[in-house]
DNA sequence: TCAAAAGTGTTCACAGTACACCCATGC
DNA sequence: GCATGGGTGTACTGTGAACACTTTTGA
């Protein structure tokens, strides 16, 4: 509806800036937004109610603003759609092919959130025509956004391995059998509930709660939480070893 | 030297698509490229011959030319400054503050790179005033440049830790010391030499060759290199366990 | 023969794994 | 009292760390 007007990119004189480009060109933010509801981990995507291609499913996105950085613009996108501020968020790729968007050229910068399912049904916009999808069920999405899930699964379970990342896909108390389905979910693999016990308590991270979660076993769960002085400090050595405790040299 | 044309962002008549700019913006991309010499891991950096920032260091970078993908604009700016094609090189991240540039809107887009210091010095395009400065002593860098070497350097020790990645560094044929003085000197620690050539032999991807090396000592030390065949198949399982060979569900 | 650097062997502590067992509770 | 899921104990295995030791060779 609104005008495009052409751009073009910086020609420059000397001979490390003498590539220029009379294309249009877009600059967009998508975001992949995970959640987990106790089950199955899933992802949030939104259904366009506009041509082209009304009625597909497509990532929440949004263009960049004058003076709005592209992590401003995604904090801005997530803040419209599920009303919440302060969720865990990074940049995972920029995407840049020409045709990639297939009515103009569009570059996209990609960041993935994780969501407390619980707190966001609170505040959804129903606006957007939002819907949860399991993440081994999702529907075909708009443009290249299925490369970009695809990336973003990837690097959950990377980063997921080695950092206490998934809490934040978590109510603030949760009890260990809870955590335990949430890796299984994201790994899609089976765990030992005794070592998977012993092992996240071994990073001293959680602290165990007086209270018992009742609804979903006889004996009841204890309740932890996350201790949020340690989170920060722990945040580089998790699980696996990643350099930052090596031998010092001198 | 070159017009500098207006760019609008697209503005759009629907809720998700509001947002526009009237601000020019430019698309760049700039590359960090580590290189190792045998002693130290170096960054190679080239110098304004131009204004603005006449005679500071900078990145090598470049402008995305039209039908030009960002990863294509970086292959093209380290094959104009290397004359080598083919180098290990993976997106970093994009950078996209308003004010980084203190010339005019500026959104770069980082790629690490990595070199093997021997190949690259015979074909150096002294164009671009090129220099390399060893990891520690870094001079001064324009805009944020200083910011993406950082970060640079904490990937390339994070990565490295996980995946076969440096010996993209090195010849084809290297030696166990060799070997270890790399690593020595990326994580700037000391390691214990017996431990590190049976963790670095238990990976089976490297290949004892027949000759030695005796200029670094007078025994001598074979020479190894790498298995290509399963340099691929191991890239994920390298070092540390990374998900990939997890106890599968059902 | 001695120094220097390559390369091997040995011991120990601890983390991960498998699996058996006990506990608390609702029905 | 018994089935269900929470939680603990334990024995075995493999890996990583520390460090002593052997090997080769040039000077």
Redesign the pocket.
């Known amino acids: 509806m609104e005008l495009i007007e052409t751009v073009k990119l910086k020609s420059d004189s000397n001979n490390m800036r003498r590539y220029s480009s009379q294309k249009r060109l877009l600059f967009a933010v998508d975001c992949i937004i995970f959640g987990y509801d106790g089950q199955e981990l899933k992802l949030l995507v939104i259904q366009r109610s506009f041509e082209p291609f009304k009625g597909k499913w497509s990532l929440v996105g949004g263009f960049i603003g004058e003076n709005e950085s592209a992590e401003g613009a995604a904090v801005r996108v997530l803040k419209e759609l599920t009303g919440l501020d302060g969720l865990y968020m990074e940049q995972l790729h920029t995407f840049t092919a020409p045709e990639r968007d297939t009515v103009e050229r569009t570059v996209s910068i990609a960041y993935f959130a994780l969501i407390d399912i619980q707190k966001y049904k609170q505040q959804i916009n129903e606006d957007y025509h939002p819907a949860w999808f399991p993440i081994n069920e999702l529907p075909e999405l708009i443009f290249d956004h299925s490369a970009f899930v695809e990336l973003a699964k990837e690097k959950l379970r990377y980063k997921a391995a080695l950092h206490p990342l998934l809490f934040e896909l978590l109510p603030a108390k949760f009890?260990?059998?809870q955590l335990q389905s949430l890796y299984q979910a994201v790994y899609n693999a089976e765990f030992?509930?005794?070592?998977f016990?012993?092992?996240l308590?071994?990073t001293k991270l959680l602290v165990k709660l007086k209270d018992?979660d009742?609804l979903?076993?006889?004996?009841?769960?204890?309740y932890y939480k996350v201790d949020n002085k340690k989170y920060s400090a722990s945040f580089n050595s998790f699980?696996?070893f990643v350099p930052g405790n090596l031998?010092k040299k001198d």
Chains 1, 2 share one sequence.
């Open positions: 009890t260990m059998p030992d509930k005794g070592n016990n012993r092992k308590l071994s018992k009742k979903n076993s006889k004996k009841g769960a204890f699980l696996n031998p």
